[in-house]
């Protein structure tokens, strides 16, 4: 008996360690324990609009100052992918009870790798929403679109097509919204408005976000 006991002890702190392990391995998986040690000091409040997606998102740090009326809580994390955001939708979503969702994300799977079409990242939005709806289908859902990037110029074609497809997905479903930020942030030649990206011509000024927040802000649900 004793030797059964100490077998099983065994297991259960090797099944722990692996298990650890494997949360270790896990892409972001710092990203989601910092958003869950502040959730530890201080849990959001239910019924806030929330954001999710890649690096957009992460680094509008103000972006509640951008709307004061709207109560805003932002869990993106920089340089994700939808099939990130389908593997921690259980840590970034569900807890918070969020009375809007608002996701911005496809533009890094569509530059990590030429096999990323417009057809698979439609697919891993799919999925995503899918997810989504399984577990809160009255929340409104809203997909800020592809943004043009101008040191991504060489996938424009897939972004342009990516947006398209999402468009028509959401445009069959109930309670969801197409915020179109891409028509805004290129100039009367289809190319992107340099002034609107900091150094790295991948990421936003504050000219930048001042677009998207006219774009968004009658999407976004009143208190």
Same mark, same amino acid.
């Given at each position: 008996?004793? #030797?059964?006991?100490?077998? &099983?002890?065994?297991?259960?702190? !090797?099944?722990?360690?692996?298990? !650890?392990?494997?949360?270790? *391995?896990?892409?972001?998986?710092? /990203? ?14 239910? &019924? ?21 009326? $709207? ?17 921690? #939708? &259980? /840590? ?11 996701? $911005?994300?496809?533009? &890094? ?8 079409? !417009? ?7 799919? /999925? ?52 179109? #930020? $891409? ?22 000024? !504050?000219?930048? $976000? *001042?677009?998207?927040?006219? #774009? ?8």
């Amino acid at each position: 008996m004793k #030797v059964k006991k100490t077998l &099983n002890c065994f297991i259960l702190l !090797a099944s722990l360690f692996f298990s !650890a392990t494997n949360l270790q *391995a896990q892409p972001f998986a710092q /990203e989601i324990r910092e958003f869950k040690r502040q959730d530890s000091l201080h849990f959001p409040a239910s &019924n806030q609009i929330l954001l999710i997606g890649s690096s957009s998102f992460t680094k509008w740090k103000d972006v509640q100052s951008y709307f004061p009326s $709207y109560p805003i809580l932002n869990r993106g994390f920089g340089g994700s992918q939808l099939p990130d955001q389908v593997r921690y #939708v &259980n /840590e970034i979503v569900f807890p918070y009870k969020p009375k809007q969702i608002i996701i $911005y994300c496809g533009e &890094n799977d569509m530059a990590s790798h030429d096999s990323v079409t !417009a057809q698979v990242v439609l697919r891993r939005f799919k /999925e995503l929403f899918t997810l989504i709806r399984s577990k809160l289908p009255n929340v409104p859902v809203a997909f800020i679109s592809m943004k043009p990037s101008p040191s991504r110029q060489l996938i424009q074609p897939k972004v342009i097509e990516g947006n398209a497809l999402i468009r028509a997905f959401l445009k069959k479903q109930k309670r969801t919204a197409f915020i179109d #930020v $891409y028509k805004e942030m290129i100039n009367d030649e289809g190319k992107p408005v340099a002034d609107l990206f900091v150094d790295d011509n991948l990421h936003m000024n !504050a000219k930048g $976000y *001042a677009i998207w927040k006219k #774009v968004m802000e009658p999407h976004l649900m009143k208190k």
